[in-house]
């Protein structure tokens, strides 16, 4: 089964740009969560959605916003870039059992000019 | 609000030895602990997870951890490493439980392991 799959893998934006990340979750998987991982840092939360409604958001300005779609794939969209967004944008997915375990996609490298 | 304290942002070891990555949470509630690694431009692989079933957590690739909660840690041990056990390694807790989904997860800054030959 595939797992976790993101697009695309490597991005470059200049500041003021907007960008749309993809993630497309494990099959029978209905949440879908983002990260934003800086350099050096562990990953922070941005958003999860779970059979299309968000179901949490975490402490990152209006700029970012997310949706998920009726196949439970999602996109992260991030306006007005800064160069701060500079970041691997990680997708995880988990089943809607509640046990817990998110599965992580290998990443969006996002670097903004 | 959980956190988790990640003592030892550097860690290095000698093929063989043990390996030992600490861990510290801050919790109101039961939590649930899991330590991640992370290979090189790669995302985030699971290796084991903490649910307050057995307080002593085996993974993949001989890692084990061990929930202690009066002292608020959960270490990850590995008895003898090996050179492709060089990673970066992420201790996280769920921050709450929902019905029909996860909570989300709270990283430690991580720990990057070097094994020398």
């Known amino acids: 089964d595939a797992g976790v799959t993101q697009s695309p893998t490597h991005l470059i934006k200049t500041r003021g740009q907007h960008v749309t990340l993809r993630c497309s979750p494990i099959s029978g998987h209905k949440s879908v969560s983002w990260y934003q991982q800086v350099l050096g840092q562990g990953p922070q939360f941005i958003f999860q959605y779970y059979e299309k409604e968000e179901r949490g958001r975490g402490n990152f300005p209006d700029r970012f916003s997310a949706r998920q779609f009726p196949n439970y794939s999602s996109e992260l969209n991030v306006n007005a870039l800064l160069l701060g967004d500079s970041a691997l944008y990680l997708c995880?997915?988990?089943?809607?059992?509640?046990?817990?375990?998110?599965?992580f996609g290998a990443g969006t490298r996002l670097s903004v000019l | 609000a959980q956190s988790v304290t990640q003592l030892g942002s550097h860690v290095s070891v000698s093929e063989g030895a043990l390996v030992l990555l600490r861990c510290n949470y801050s919790?109101?509630?039961?939590?649930?602990l899991f330590w991640y690694v992370q290979y090189p431009n790669q995302g985030l692989q699971l290796l084991l997870k903490y649910t307050s079933a057995a307080t002593l957590v085996k993974g993949i690739n001989g890692f084990e951890a061990e929930f202690k909660k009066s002292e608020t840690s959960f270490h990850l041990t590995k008895p003898s490493a090996h050179m492709s056990d060089a990673a970066e390694y992420f201790c996280?807790?769920?921050?709450?439980?929902?019905?029909?989904?996860?909570?989300?997860?709270?990283f430690g800054k991580g720990t990057k392991l070097s094994v020398k030959p």
């Open positions: 919790s109101s509630v039961p939590p649930y």
């Open positions: 996280a807790v769920s921050d709450k439980n929902y019905g029909g989904s996860q909570g989300n997860l709270i």
């Open positions: 995880a997915s988990t089943t809607s059992e509640g046990r817990n375990i998110q599965y």
